[in-house]
């Protein structure tokens, strides 16, 4: 019978990478109702020093493949080695990340052992209600106790949806990275440790890298960031240090009000930034609008954002009542605030 | 040389509108295009063809409709098209689809470069691509955002991961699947769409496939996985305004918030 939760846990350059722990997060909330046990599955070279790490945050088993062939990211030995483990194993549940290591990853190993793969899921849930195990059985389902619902969203965010995978094992998904909450580190906590010897052999390595180069990745287009600082007039016309400070802060990108754009003297405001109806329609996970007054055309580009906070100093500015939090104060004080308070949040967050 | 590229036929979902009493997708008028990733994926295989002289066969299953798709594609410069298309067909998720283009194109015969788009606007997935190449058993990078050599054995390419990239050498025939800054597409000429209407779309269909392809494993009810419901997104609960606050109490709900919310 197929059993446990497996987590392929993601590193680079050696080191566990936050959406491997996130998961092992939501892999212990799982285990409330499924009761199996959560597998940390960590793939490297001379990586066994994180082994405890994934024991801290939940994990009651890591299984451990260290080899050459898995130094750098390759799909082919990394496919390899998670279609065995999932031979040697039968999980009944397996997730990766919904990076872009793990969307190359996942769907290799799903089409090599033959199941479904839901990809970039933000929810997850064991089949609970009476519908739900129906649903499940209805489409043959031989065990919907154990079933997994995942759900994604789809059509640019505008549906989402919740998929199931009723007949083959191990019921597999990607998992957006951010979205899942890591457990408190129990330094304490530990488990088992299962080293598997996956016999790789030089056609494993099918491509040749060439050269491999951290970079910090260049200024994207901001209808592709996730998170946008958006400045209008009432940042100020020199508001782009401070926007960009924060916007780094949370990993994201600066953009700008067309007030601001046609401003000649506001020289940090490009075309390319400006959001509204005349510039580009975004939906990032979070828009925040920084002494943006929030007129029809600038709303029309940006009322679809996941989550809305607005700085204002004017209580009655139309953008509050498309904010799901309002702030009515001074922009050129609160955001060199907030931007401090990120900065020591992020630093803590390191583990 | 032979380049075959997978592309889909979309809708726009910048305007996306959604029944709020169905929560279905509302398909009339809703413009359709060439998924982006794939129309690079396009401009790609012409600039290769242009150096080397490779032909390009451009693929697409979908409905009948999908033909404007690959008629676009012939009139930038694509020699032949193919639809793949039936009825048993529909319903597919990603592991039946897959299955079923890479029958296609074992029947068209295998290609030395084959380019997918690395995933479509509607379904966001990112999974064909590499399905398609795990049935084709060939090797594949993705996320590919520059070619810089390519050769009759072999071609080097640039992977974007979110932290750097990778220059990766390999060896034909290999999927690439292509992402938007990999090629700007050209636009249609005039007598590329003149053209383009004048040739036959192949149309490959059950009948054509069906003794290559996993019979249980395709269409509603061979795929994997199922959808169990859909539902529009929630609308968002009326937003909190706070004021007459001090500037650290602000930013400490503002912290909160986004903690709430999973943004930190």
């Not at chain 1, 849930?125 to 499940?136: D, H, P, V, Y």
């Not at chain 1, 997994?148 to 597999?172: D, E």
């Not at chain 1, 490009?270 to 828009?287: A, S």
Request: aromatic share 4%; proline share 4%; with cysteine.
């Amino acid at each position: 019978m197929s059993k446990g939760i497996f987590i392929v846990v993601e590193q680079r350059d050696g080191k566990v990478q936050n959406v491997g722990l996130e998961l092992i997060g939501e892999a212990t909330r799982l285990k409330a109702d499924l009761g199996d046990d959560v597998y940390a599955v960590l793939l490297g070279c001379g990586i066994e020093g994180e082994v405890n790490k994934l024991y801290h945050f939940g994990a009651d088993k890591v299984i451990l493949v260290d080899s050459d062939y898995l130094k750098n990211y390759v799909t082919e030995p990394y496919t390899k080695a998670v279609t065995e483990v999932v031979n040697k194993f039968d999980p009944e549940i397996m997730l990766f990340g919904a990076s872009s290591i793990g969307r190359d990853l996942a769907p290799r190993v799903a089409s090599r052992v033959k199941t479904g793969l839901v990809a970039d899921t933000t929810g997850l849930r064991m089949a609970k209600t009476e519908q739900e195990l129906q649903q499940e059985a209805a489409h043959g389902c031989k065990d919907p106790e154990r079933a997994l619902l995942m759900t994604r969203p789809a059509f640019g965010g505008n549906l989402l949806a919740t998929l199931m995978c009723p007949r083959t094992k191990p019921q597999m998904a990607t998992v957006r990275p951010g979205v899942m909450k890591k457990i408190d580190k129990d330094e304490t906590r530990t488990g088992e440790l299962i080293k598997l010897d996956v016999q790789f052999t030089p056609e494993d390595m099918n491509v040749e890298i060439i050269e491999a180069v951290k970079a910090n990745k260049k200024m994207v287009d901001i209808t592709e960031a996730k998170v946008l600082v958006s400045g209008g007039r009432g940042a100020g016309r020199d508001a782009y240090e401070m926007l960009r400070a924060c916007a780094d802060e949370l990993g994201g990108e600066v953009s700008a009000s067309r007030a601001c754009v046609d401003d000649q003297a506001c020289e940090w405001a490009k075309t390319e930034m400006q959001v509204g109806q005349t510039g580009k329609t975004v939906r990032p996970d979070l828009y925040l609008a920084c002494g943006i007054s929030g007129a029809i055309q600038h709303v029309a580009g940006m009322e679809n954002s996941d989550l809305v906070i607005a700085i204002n100093k004017n209580d009655t500015a139309p953008i509050f009542s498309v904010s799901d939090l309002g702030i009515v104060g001074d922009v050129k004080k609160i955001l060199p605030k907030l931007t401090t308070a990120l900065k020591k949040y992020n630093a803590d967050k390191l583990v | 040389m032979k380049i075959i590229v997978c592309i889909k036929q979309v809708p726009d979902t910048v305007d996306v509108k959604i029944d709020p009493k169905t929560g279905n997708l509302i398909r009339e008028g809703l413009p359709v295009i060439i998924n982006p990733d794939d129309k690079a994926g396009i401009e790609a295989a012409l600039a290769i063809k242009e150096q080397t002289g490779a032909t390009i066969q451009v693929v697409s299953m979908g409905p009948p409709q999908a033909d404007v798709a690959l008629r676009e594609a012939l009139a930038m410069g694509c020699d032949e098209a193919v639809l793949i298309s039936a009825r048993e067909f529909g319903g597919s998720d990603t592991y039946a689809t897959s299955g079923i283009i890479a029958a296609a194109i074992r029947k068209l015969g295998m290609p030395e470069i084959l380019i997918t788009g690395r995933q479509a606007i509607d379904g966001d997935t990112a999974q064909v691509g590499p399905q398609i190449g795990e049935k084709l058993h060939i090797p594949q990078v993705s996320y590919v955002e520059e070619i810089q050599e390519v050769t009759a054995d072999h071609l080097i390419v640039k992977r974007q991961f979110e932290d750097g990239y990778h220059i990766i050498k390999i060896k034909t025939p290999c999927l690439l699947t292509a992402i938007g800054e990999l090629a700007k597409p050209r636009y249609m000429t005039v007598s590329g769409i003149v053209e383009a209407y004048n040739k036959e779309i192949k149309v490959l269909g059950f009948e054509e496939l069906k003794d290559d392809l996993e019979l249980d494993m395709i269409g509603t009810k061979g795929s994997p996985t199922n959808v169990y419901q859909s539902f529009p997104k929630q609308l968002k609960a009326p937003g909190t305004v706070l004021k007459d606050m001090s500037d650290d109490e602000l930013v400490a709900a503002i912290m909160a918030k986004l903690e709430e919310k999973h943004v930190i």
